[in-house]
Structure formats: C-alpha cells, structure tokens
C-alpha cells in the first residue's frame, strides 16, 4: 500500500490554512481542482449564457457519470445525479409499490430521514417497519436479518456507515442474503462513499445512494442514486418531468430508459461538474489508501479520546471508519462543540433526532462527532485532544 502524501492532500486543500476540520461527515474541505471546476464553469456560465455553457461542457458533463461508474464499479447508465442523497434515497424508496402486510427490514443505524419515509408509506400502505437487532458487536446482525427474510419483505433498506457513529455495517453480507431471497436492497452509502471503497456488484446492492460533500469533498447540493439496470426499467419515479420523460403525444408519455428517469431537467451544472471532478480526485489518490490513512487517524484519536477522564468513545461495531462520537461527562455535546468551534477546531453534534433507533435505543441525547479525512493530521488531533483535558 502506498503511503499518501499528505503535505500535497494539504497543499491542495486550501482550508486546510485556515482551520482544524474534523467536520468532514458534515461536509469536507473541497480540493482545488473541484474549486476551480465550480468557479470556472460559473465564469462559463456568466460569459457565454447558462445553456450555452452547458453545451460547450457536455464532455465534463458527460465524465461525471463515467467517474462515479469507475468509483462504484457499475455502468454511466446506471447512474442518476441529483441535488443530494436523500432525494437520491427517496426517488428510489417512492418508486417501490407496498401493499398491507408488506414488510420493510431496516437497521438501529438508520437515517431519521430514511425512517420518516418509511412512517410515511406505512402510514399510507399499511406496511410494517422492522428494525434487525444488532449483533454482539454493534453492528447490523446478519443473523437475525436472515431469520427474518420471508416471502412478506419487499424491501431491506440499510445505511451502510451512520452520521452518528463509525460504525460500518456489513453490507456485502446483507447482499449476499438479499439476492439469494430476490429481495431489492436499497444501501445508504452517504457516508461511506469517498472513505472506503464502495463496489457495488461486491456489496450486492440494487439502489445505492450517496451524496457529494461529505468524504467526497464535493461541492454541496450534489449527489447520486445508483440503480442497477435490471431494476431501474421496472421502477417509476415518484416524480416524472420533461428530463425523465418524454411526452410522445396528445395524451401519453414515455418513461427514459436507465436511470436517468430519476433526474429532473434543472440541475446545478457547475456543482455536477464539480463533482465529477471530485470523484477523479478520490480515484487519483486510490480510495483503498485513502480507508487506511482515514481508519488510522481515527483509531488513533479514539485511543487518545479514551485516555482522557472525563470522555467516553460511543463508537461500536466491529469494523469503524473515520467518524468518532464521543460524550464528555458533565458538558453537553451542543457545549462541547462550540467550545472546539471558538478554538478553531471543527466537530458536529449528532442528536437522537437523527437517529433514534440508535442514540435513543443507548439512551444518549446526544454525541460529539468528530470524522477525520485523509489530510487531517496527528497533530490536529492532539490540538482536539488538548481542548478536552479537563
Ligand atoms: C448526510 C446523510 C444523508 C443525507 O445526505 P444529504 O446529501 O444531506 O441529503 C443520508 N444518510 C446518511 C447516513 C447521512 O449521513
């Protein structure tokens, strides 16, 4: 494995100058090139006019499918872009049809969005919600879901790393039993895209979503669904416009073919090209390289965070990335936070709200996250470290 550079992941990361960011689950610090792709199509945009700009960038426009296929190992054409992951997640999840007494399998880890989606559709349908257990380790149990998985699930939906700990489900087990119980599986990948390598013929996942400003370092409002091409024919958006369909006489329409149907015509093109380009960026530094530096760095701050008195690591599972929670006996993680901010050092908190199966069912109200990226430092992370001696 070779060793990233990371003084050049610094150098090309202009925020790395100005603060200590330990927010990249939130959103990371985009590099240059991504930088410098934004600014120059909006100069684009202003000189020539937005749609002839568009036209002149139809190459780039066009790389940004190819890239995010070679990240995830799929087809262009299996790839929508759209404006972040969860209306990625929810254009996939409203396309599926339930009826009374159809189940959905979902995991403690999941995304208060996800889950509100589901209470919603179930509401409607009559569909029941179940929640696998977690095995020994914290992680989704593979165990139960397959004692689960009968003719009645329509659907196994799973977040595959969660905003509130580093926790990394095993989803290519969840895959496996899925496909062999011709059961669709629709993965969460928005914080695990851009950190660890993501294979989505290994994971064995039919919907995949993700996002372009977390490990990424994307520009915000950007994001993707991948939908397999077996599935994405059979499925019909929630919504249909004039990019998704093609209205073909007086009364009637056809649906585009791929995944695409799942777009809408109106989109952000200098935050898409970014994005392309933030993916070839990820692919040139190799994304098995980045996983190691991230995973070390974040090892080490958990051994640090756990040699301090007042502070205990919520981290759990038997594989962990780059996010570390942690709560601090005696100061609320809203303090905490704000606390690191004044001193220049960028964390976020995560609130039962956003995952109540999870933070609620270990009766915490609330986590310190601070997720790494493979331009933080040792350094940064002992200046962490030094605002938490209490
Ligand atoms: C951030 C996040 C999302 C939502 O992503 P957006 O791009 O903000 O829509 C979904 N799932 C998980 C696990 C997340 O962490």
Redo the contacts with the bound molecule.
């Keep these: 494995m070779t060793l990233l550079d990371v003084a050049r992941a610094r150098h090309d990361t202009p925020g790395c100058a100005e603060v200590v960011h330990l927010n990249n689950?939130?959103a990371a610090l985009p590099p240059a090139p991504v930088l410098d792709a934004v600014i120059g199509h909006l100069r684009l945009e202003a000189r020539l006019g937005g749609y002839e700009a568009a036209a002149a960038a139809a190459v780039k426009v066009d790389a940004v499918y190819e890239a995010i296929a070679r990240l995830i190992g799929c087809l262009p054409g299996e790839i929508a872009v759209v404006?972040?992951?969860?209306?990625?997640?929810d254009m996939a999840f409203y396309a599926l049809r339930f009826k009374p007494g159809d189940r959905i399998l979902t995991s403690r880890?999941?995304?208060a969005?996800?889950v509100i989606a589901f209470l919603q559709v179930a509401r409607r349908t009559g569909l029941r919600v179940e929640v696998v257990d977690d095995d020994e380790h914290g992680q989704l149990s593979v165990r139960d879901l397959e004692r689960r998985l009968d003719g009645d699930v329509k659907l196994v939906a799973v977040?595959?790393?969660?905003?509130?700990s580093g926790l990394v489900n095993p989803a290519a087990e969840i895959g496996r039993l899925t496909r062999a119980a011709g059961v669709p599986f629709l993965l969460?990948?928005?914080?695990s895209v851009g950190q660890l390598p993501v294979d989505v013929r290994e994971l064995g996942c039919d919907l995949l979503?993700?996002?372009?400003?977390?490990f990424l370092r994307g520009p915000?409002?950007?994001?993707f669904l991948y939908v397999s091409e077996r599935l994405a024919d059979t499925l019909e958006p929630p919504f249909l416009d004039l990019h998704a369909a093609i209205w073909t006489s007086h009364d009637a329409y056809e649906i585009r073919p791929g995944a695409r149907r799942f777009e809408n015509w109106e989109t952000n093109y200098a935050a898409k090209i970014g994005l392309g380009v933030a993916v070839d960026y990820a692919l040139s530094w190799g994304v098995e390289a980045i996983e190691e530096r991230v995973t070390a760095l974040a090892a080490r701050l958990r051994r640090r965070l756990g040699e301090l008195p007042r502070v205990t690591v919520q981290d759990h599972g038997q594989r962990l990335c780059g996010i570390v929670t942690f709560t601090v006996d005696g100061e609320s993680a809203a303090d905490v936070h704000h606390r690191l901010g004044a001193a220049g050092i960028n964390t976020s908190v995560s609130a039962v709200t956003?995952a109540r199966y999870d933070l609620g069912g270990r009766g915490l109200a609330a986590v310190v996250r601070a997720s790494v990226h493979y331009y933080n430092t040792d350094e940064e992370i002992d200046a962490l470290c030094a605002n938490l001696q209490y």
């Design positions: 689950a939130g404006e972040n992951a969860t209306r990625a997640w880890a999941e995304y969005s996800n977040t595959h790393v969660p905003t509130q969460d990948a928005c914080q979503s993700a996002t372009g400003r977390k915000r409002g950007t994001g956003s």
